[in-house]
């Protein structure tokens, strides 16, 4: 390809939305252009990345014994509701009637048309276990789209459907996806991608992992044992304390004027935040009744947690009323109306006396013990996980906090969509059962920014040979010079030749500009033509990560090039 | 792939709704599955040779320097409205409104997206020409979803779009454009492909052509001359006729008593319908005002050329009121109102003597003469070409009519885009210009539906080697036979390694069943392996087209095979 016929302009200045690098560099390099929020024209140099990390994803799951198939963009919004979503999932789902007023869906994720494709011919349990998956694409209408193709209204997605028979069918499945999901962000030239536990969210299911490129500007939180490897979201993460039991106390109620938070209760009372049984207080959405969390004063609600142990959608509350009986501040266990909801994290246990609002206010009890005062609680774990918290694994108090972009998910669905869907199969008893589903998603467009963000300098991204847009870029530094020009051209289709892809900068402008485009095409093998190098009868060539500047002769250059190519090609392959 | 492991099923009945050949094969053979009105799932056989035609057409669009890039499937609405488009068509268009209110598009065509991604990258004559495609879902929302993968509302589509700075260069461009379409049908293994002139439509533009699959099943009427090779769309056909001018005669009205059609008129008055001045009446769709069409008596009009004629649309006549003046049946152009819109069809030129009714019940003129009688009048081109009319190049009245389905179009599109869009470059003179288009489109199911149709026969599809889902499909007869078996599997494994496609059969099915399944998958080459062909010591090699069979010796085969599927693949190459 040249690039004096390629369309795509490159520029200095990023647009000015443009917070994250990956987002600037691929607007500055010409990859993508804006259409509207969250949805983006791809220039060429972007189609050929993504057709490289599809490829890579197919192999892999075809590795699997995956089948390629097709769902649809638009389906019948009936089809969703066979499976319930079509009313429990929100305005994300795009929806429009057809000409004859029947309503349809655009496809955010294809569990249901998975399911639709599978129900009428999987039938015995020799049918089984399969999986099936398309690459296609999907639209979810996105609160906030941002980050350029981290975060986007529509993208290509690869998604996985893989159908069993047992349990223990889908857990080994499960753990070749997971091995295909890390060969495929190792062979695409992702460094640092982590699976960590994760909470299923809308998916419903039970065991889930995300594949997190661990990267400042990620959105996720994840926690992260430096001791013994554990890894989960923020979402996800046990929350386990080692508590001091202290010593019993009498339940005494004490004045703590103006004393309502945290920092002001153990000011005043000169105790410690780990002695306090602090209350926060949220509403259900349905009918904004009250729930009332109590945990330790040290710690947060994780609300995920909370919404997983609840089972419905909950709000921090909004407005304490007054009839409510809840005196904000001084909200304790103690007196409090029966029939507010109350969730007890297991960040209280074994502690002897505690400190806790006495539902009065200006007052706290102090020496409250839970089981002599309040009885038999049901301690669960709804605490966020923190720096340098107790590992849930290895017990030892040194989780990190680090920040990671999901690049990958995997879902261990169970029977949610063969129930609703009344998918069945007769097993070797002739029963009917409903197969048991795993999910698995892989963002294209997504990984390919977030391996831009990974892997960039100030000057534009560094593309891993696997997925680069070309292997390399020849710069022709004078096209007014024949001897430049020619041996330019020459060594552009020796290379194309022998197979190599290259990207011919053949315009006459200035070299300055042609190596500041050249940074931002991130071709990972320069090959530069000029006067000089022509004069000493060589080609000179240099990585893009500079790990490599040398020279080769004119006539053995394309072939040493190629051999170049070849062995970093060799790199990412398992 | 083993069949056995192969989601999808075949079965004996085609659905109730399928009435075409290639809809009911496809159904029974479990290549797709209905979703919804025109909206289907694809198994992997359906992905597989889609995937095909898609790496075929990709070759050849990059041939005639094609970059590839990726446009949305969802567009914000204000796109479309800087065309005119977003008002101009109708419910084909899918519409809805996303989170925040703003109504968006689904595309089903993407010149508002290419102009959008080219309009402020290439600025200079310099860039210039280039031309962009993507292959991408698009969704139209047919009235009139029919014949499986023939007519359906949800497609993958090829399109592109070239930029020029002269219609020179266009028509060059258009020319290549053809060729490599040409070429497109010829590898993906269409035999009966033609390019035909076609009526622009929706698309705006003059000059357009379509590739037409000649079918029985078509939907799309075609004008052939075998004299001279003239082809073109019954909607696009210019419709000449050699009149006979026969002798000047005295205007006469005569009495013409119950004789309203040209029949009756025909019967009653003992003359030709070729000496009849038919007229037919239409409204305009706007304000249901008149359109009368004179036509010589034995022809129709095409009302598609109408339309382009007048620039509105319009329909049949629902009814003529009556105070519009004109009395159906005996409709003439003396003594009509004035204010009723008129259109003269060239057929009527030259005849010297013509019957026309009178404007009055049960009355008709003869020896009508149109200059003498009316005036001067502005003939046009409206009439329906027929079989056996002449040919509008050659001369010779021998146009012969088929069917055929539309695989492919292409399309001059002028500046309709780059001026409504204001697309500008600045030309060598330093001039705004707007750059001229071309478009070029091909349905990637629809082809594959129309190849099925038509290499297909009762039992199945016979998929050409090019685009078969495999190369070779292995039936092993007896999988309880150690011999068989063993003799089987390895000849799985070595046409596997030798990069031969293998769809294998390993189920334990009786050899009918077996056969009839693999008549369904279509694959070209077909290997047996028996108790009795291990017993000679041979694989049984045949032809799906039954065009060969014969038996290789079994340590032979696989590359016997090898060779057979390299000799069936060349054949389509170019």
Not at 140 to 147: I, K, M, S
């Amino acid at each position: 390809m040249k690039v004096s016929k390629m369309l795509g302009e490159r520029f200095k200045e990023a647009p000015k939305d443009c917070i994250i690098a990956s987002h600037a560099l691929m607007m500055r390099g010409g990859y993508m252009k804006y259409v509207g929020n969250g949805i983006y024209s791809l220039f060429t140099p972007t189609k050929r990345i993504t057709t490289k990390i599809e490829r890579i994803i197919r192999e892999e799951m075809d590795r699997i014994d995956g089948q390629e198939v097709m769902f649809p963009v638009v389906m019948p919004a009936t089809l969703w509701e066979e499976s319930g979503r079509y009313t429990s999932i929100g305005s994300e789902m795009a929806r429009f009637k057809d000409r004859s007023g029947n309503p349809m869906v655009l496809g955010m994720t294809h569990e249901e048309a998975a399911v639709h494709l599978a129900r009428d011919t999987a039938k015995s349990y020799a049918d089984f276990p399969f999986m099936i998956y398309q690459v296609q694409t999907k639209f979810r209408d996105e609160p906030r789209a941002r980050g350029g193709l981290i975060r986007v209204r529509e993208f290509t997605m690869k998604d996985a459907y893989s159908f069993h028979t047992s349990q223990e069918d889908l857990e080994a499945y499960y753990e070749k996806a997971h091995e295909a999901y890390e060969r495929i962000f190792k062979r695409a030239g992702a460094k640092n991608v982590i699976s960590v536990k994760s909470d299923s969210g809308m998916m419903g299911g039970s065991v889930s992992h995300e594949f997190m490129l661990l990267s400042e500007i990620g959105e996720d939180t994840l926690a992260i044992c430096p001791e013994c490897g554990y890894k989960a979201n923020m979402e996800a993460a046990d929350c386990l304390v080692k508590n001091e039991a202290g010593v019993a106390e009498e339940l005494t109620k004490v004045h703590t004027p103006n004393s309502k938070t945290i920092e002001e209760v153990v000011n005043f009372l000169g105790t410690d935040a780990k002695k306090l049984c602090k209350a926060v207080v949220y509403q259900k959405n349905e009918d904004d009744s009250y729930i009332i969390v109590f945990i330790r004063g040290d710690l947060e609600v994780n609300e995920t947690k909370l919404r997983n142990h609840l089972g419905y959608e909950i709000h921090p509350a909004t407005a304490i009323t007054e009839e409510s009986g809840i005196v904000a501040g001084f909200i304790g266990a103690i007196g409090l109306d029966k029939k507010i909801k109350t969730v007890w994290d297991r960040s209280l246990v074994g502690i002897e006396s505690l400190v806790c609002g006495a539902n009065e206010t200006d007052y706290h009890y102090t020496g409250m013990n839970v089981a002599r005062d309040i009885g038999e609680v049901d301690y669960v774990d709804v605490a966020k996980i923190y720096e340098g918290a107790v590992c849930p694994v290895c017990g030892k108090p040194v989780i990190a906090i680090n920040k990671g972009i999901e690049v990958g998910n995997i879902f261990q669905l169970g029977t949610k969509y063969t129930k609703s869907m009344d998918m069945t199969y007769l097993d070797a008893n002739g029963e009917a059962k409903h197969p048991i589903m795993g999910c698995y998603g892989i963002g294209v467009g997504r990984l390919c920014a977030s391996i831009c963000q990974e892997s960039h300098d100030k000057f534009g991204p560094i593309w891993p040979m696997s997925i680069a847009p070309w292997h390399v870029e020849v710069c022709n530094l004078r096209t007014d010079n024949e001897l430049v020009n020619n041996t330019a051209n020459e060594l552009y289709e020796s290379l194309k030749n022998l197979g190599v892809e290259v990207l011919y900068d053949d315009r006459d402008i200035r070299p300055g500009a042609m190596f500041a485009d050249a940074d931002l095409f991130g071709v990972p093998v320069r090959a530069v033509v000029s006067p000089k190098t022509c004069e000493k009868g060589v080609i000179e060539v240099s990585f893009r990560d500079k790990s490599f500047k040398g020279e080769f002769p004119i006539a053995e250059a394309a072939e040493k090039i190629k051999e170049i190519v070849k062995a970093e090609l060799a790199k990412y392959e398992i």
